[in-house]
């Protein structure tokens, strides 16, 4: 059990002047790291250790508390999945380094595309989501287009390959884009799974695609 500031000045009322200070001083530090450790769990709990953009489990609260607030305001709410191509590929050539290493540089182009009430996220692996506020389908597949291409055109640097030499490269990387827009009364697991099967649509045409519902 853990005692707040307060429950622990009524016990020192009860308990001799020196000790009840070494003790209160000992109980609020223990109380602070304890706080510490809570918010390193929920940090670790909500954000990606490599990229830093929230997770999964943040990505699913975001679609809740959205859901719930647009069946009151009647808003529009799409969604965007995104997937790297080949990626693997990337991680045979250039090793785990450098597959994380493009991993955070895809990260900070997609972070610099959203506008500030847009929730981007890692799901694993190389599959992102983003959540877009007060946007349609039409207007969610314009945006992803425009992603898809400045992804295909930038140059990622300073990839390291694991063969015989050590310098630095310049590699292209394309991703795949699955689009939708959520219909009337339907819950977060039937919309994701709805828009992956778009995503699923755009891997299989041979990637580097934008794909609706």
Known sequence: ?????????????????????????????RLLQLECECDALRNDAYFDHLTGVPGRRALYNEMNRCINKGSKS???????????????????????????????????????SCRSGDFFARLGGDEFAIILHDMDEKNALQYAERLRVEIEK???????????????????????FG??????????DAFLHRVDIALFNAKSAGGNHVMQV
Do not use: W, Y
């Not at 300073?158 to 795949?176: C, F, G, M």
């Open 1 to 29: 059990m853990f005692f707040d500031s307060e429950v622990l000045m009524s016990i020192a009322e009860f308990v001799p002047c020196a000790a009840c200070s070494e003790m209160f001083k000992k109980a609020e530090e």
């Open 74 to 112: 009647k808003r529009p709410l799409s969604l965007v999945l995104i997937d790297l191509d080949n990626f693997k590929s990337t991680n045979t050539t250039f090793g785990h380094l450098g597959g994380d290493l493009l991993l955070k540089q895809f990260t900070e182009i997609v972070t610099d």
């Open 154 to 176: 930038t140059l990622f640097l300073d990839l390291l390959p694991i063969a015989r030499n050590q310098e630095k490269r310049r590699v292209h990387a394309t991703a795949s």
């Open 179 to 188: 689009v939708g827009e959520r219909m009337q009364d339907e819950g977060v």
